[in-house]
Nanobody, 122 residues
């Protein structure tokens, strides 16, 4: 059983940066592909970025390419999401997820954190 805890969210002005962290415990972190999703009020949970267990494969949704960077440190059991040039439309609750493969569409199953709120003011 893997537990995931996100941190690093907050309120930032447009154009600013935040770095989200997702700390894993209770499992073999290095065996899991990790993904970041986000969910804005009234919208479906959407894929943001994903990284394979060794970090060799990385994917981003088009709207964040060039602005967000996903990375992982298997020694620290942590995955990160560096978010630069933030826009008001990036406002959402951000969730990390662990699965055997990179998940790019929300579906039940796998392991999920409780989420961290990111608010970008204009």
């Amino acid at each position: 059983q893997v537990q995931l805890v996100e941190s690093g969210g907050g309120l930032v002005q447009a154009g600013g940066s935040l770095r989200l962290s997702c700390a894993a415990s209770g499992g073999t972190f290095s065996r899991y592909a990790m993904s970041w999703f986000r969910q804005a009020p009234g919208k479906e949970r959407e894929f943001v970025a994903g990284i394979s267990w060794r970090g060799g494969n990385i994917y981003y949704t088009d709207s964040v390419k060039g602005r967000f960077t996903i990375s992982r440190d298997n020694a620290k059991n942590t995955v990160y999401l560096q978010m630069n040039s933030l826009k008001p439309e990036d406002t959402a609750v951000y969730y990390c997820a662990a699965n055997t493969v990179i998940v790019t569409k929300y579906r039940p199953g796998g392991y999920w954190g409780q989420g961290t709120q990111v608010t970008v003011s204009s």
